[in-house]
Each structure stands twice: as structure tokens, then as C-alpha cells.
């Protein structure tokens, strides 16, 4: 029984993405993550499986600034991941996965936790459609989608600051690349309002048939006004037109206003996550 460290994606993929694709609901940030590394978004990854009995049950990687990610992992092996990365002489801001996991792991860490963030994700049940006259309800809101061009990426890059810094979520990472990758996907989705966006969402090109909605962010001054719920039914829409067979997405449990809208979209519960930063 072992944890394997590695820089090399080549080798992290061989091993660990047999066992992420069993399970591409639970392990689609790890699996989005993957794809980045491949495409060379991230310097200086580290990557990691746990193998017991010759079979893997756990994976990880850690692309700074961000946190440690860690999938579902056996609970008594933790403590020796954390010797590991101590003895690397790994810095992490923080560690995000399945709460208990990374309430095992956080309990181990050589730093004391400072703050928490719980999410939950949810997976599309049955969309549902809007109706009414215009083609949406005024669940939805006036407006329409549109899917955002690379001449966006000062707006988008604005957002996407602005989202982080809000929702406390890599606050200290530069979104820039993220963002102009994102566009270069076609995975951003405006929705306007007489020719100017008022909300946005991310949606992952599918793997395995896996598409994730994400962030959803709508400024200040747009809200309450159903776009964060169009621009979520938008994405939704075109996950499934590019063939997508599971639908997700993360929500903050903080904001019950959020969790309610998914769930009238005909989002469901799956299972809960959490996002710890160390002090």
C-alpha cells in the first residue's frame, strides 16, 4: 500500500485515470484538472495514486497556486500523503475534495485550518425547459444567451476576479490563463440584455461524457432578476447539445438562493464537498 508522486502526466494517467473514469461524477474536477495539466495550463504539477492489493483507490494533483486536490481516498492512509508532501517540501494553501476525506487529510496537515467552504454537487435529473412567450418564463428572465469569443476576455477575466474574490475561491490565483483557455473551448456562456452581458457561466467541454456547469456569477447590480437562472439553463442546454450524458455542477451551501435555482433547473443532489485553507 502506497502513495505515488509524480510530475509526470503521462504516468499519472496511465495509473490513475482508469479509476477517475469509473466514476467521472464524483471525479469530475480531477478529471477537468487532468485535461489542463495535459494542455500544459499548469507549471509545476504534482500528481499522485494510491494503490492497494494492486489495484488504485485514491488520486490526487496540485497545480499552485491552488489547493491540494484529492479525491476519495482510503481515511488510514492519509497521514502518510501528508508525510510525503511535508517531506517534498509541498506548500498548499488549502485541500478541496469529499468532506470526509479532506477532514482526515486537514487533521493531518502540519498547519491548522483557517476557513471551511461546503459545496455540494448536484447532477442534472431532467432539465427543465422553459416556456411561455419569448421562449423562456420569468423564472429565466428578458434576454438571451450567447457564447462568449476570445474579445471578450477582458470582461470575462473582470468576472471571473470578481467571482473569486467574492466566493473566497483562489482569490490569490491570476484567472487570466483559465479564462483565455476557457474561450478558446467555447466552454463561457454570456447571457446579455439588450446587447450587455448581466450574467455568466462555465461549461466543460465533455469527457466521458461528463460536462460540469461553472462558475455561475452574476454582479451585484444584476441580481434578482432571474439571470443567474438563464445563463445556467443556457450552459445546461449546450452541455447536453455537445453530447454530454451527465450534467453537474458544484453549489456554495452558504447560498440557499443558489441551491434553489439549481434545483428548479432539475439539478440533484449527489454528494457534499468541502474546500479547507490552511492558516
Avoid at 502506497?2 to 510530475?7: A, N, R
Avoid at 502526466?9 to 485535461?35: G, I, M, Q
Avoid at 438562493?257 to 490552511?278: H, K
Wanted: charged residues 15%; negative net charge.
Amino acid at each position: 500500500m502506497t502513495w505515488t508522486l509524480t510530475s509526470d502526466v503521462s504516468a499519472y494517467a496511465e495509473a490513475a485515470e482508469p479509476w477517475l473514469l469509473r466514476d467521472p461524477v464524483r471525479n469530475t474536477v480531477l478529471l477537468t484538472v487532468l485535461r489542463w495539466i495535459r494542455s500544459g495550463q499548469y507549471s509545476d504539477p504534482l500528481m499522485g495514486w494510491f494503490v492497494e492489493h494492486g489495484e488504485v483507490r485514491g488520486a490526487l494533483c496540485h497545480t499552485p497556486p491552488y489547493p491540494l486536490l484529492i479525491g476519495a481516498s482510503p481515511f488510514a492512509e492519509l497521514p502518510a500523503l501528508v508525510g510525503q508532501l511535508v517531506n517534498r517540501g509541498r506548500e498548499l494553501p488549502g485541500v478541496t475534495g469529499p468532506v470526509e476525506t479532506v477532514s482526515t487529510f486537514s487533521s493531518a496537515w502540519w498547519q491548522p485550518e483557517k476557513e471551511r467552504r461546503s459545496e455540494r454537487l448536484y447532477r442534472l435529473a431532467s432539465l427543465v425547459a422553459p416556456g411561455g412567450p419569448g421562449g423562456h418564463s420569468a423564472l429565466y428572465g428578458p434576454g438571451h444567451a450567447r457564447v462568449a469569443t476570445p474579445d471578450d476576455l477582458p470582461v470575462a477575466v473582470h468576472w471571473f476576479r470578481a467571482f473569486q474574490n467574492e466566493a473566497h475561491v483562489d482569490a490569490s490565483a491570476d484567472p487570466g490563463p483559465v479564462v483565455s483557455a476557457r474561450l478558446n473551448r467555447n466552454e463561457l456562456v454570456w447571457w446579455e440584455l439588450a446587447g450587455r452581458p448581466v450574467s455568466l457561466a462555465g461549461v466543460s467541454t465533455p469527457i466521458s461524457g461528463m460536462s460540469r456547469i461553472g462558475p455561475v456569477y452574476t454582479p451585484p447590480e444584476f441580481r434578482r432578476h432571474g439571470y443567474g437562472s438563464a445563463v445556467t439553463y443556457a450552459a445546461t442546454r449546450k452541455a447536453i447539445d455537445e453530447g454530454a450524458t451527465e450534467v453537474l455542477l458544484f453549489a456554495d451551501l452558504s447560498n440557499p438562493v443558489s441551491n434553489s435555482i439549481y434545483q428548479a433547473i432539475g439539478y440533484v443532489p449527489v454528494a457534499d464537498y468541502a474546500t479547507i485553507s490552511f492558516g
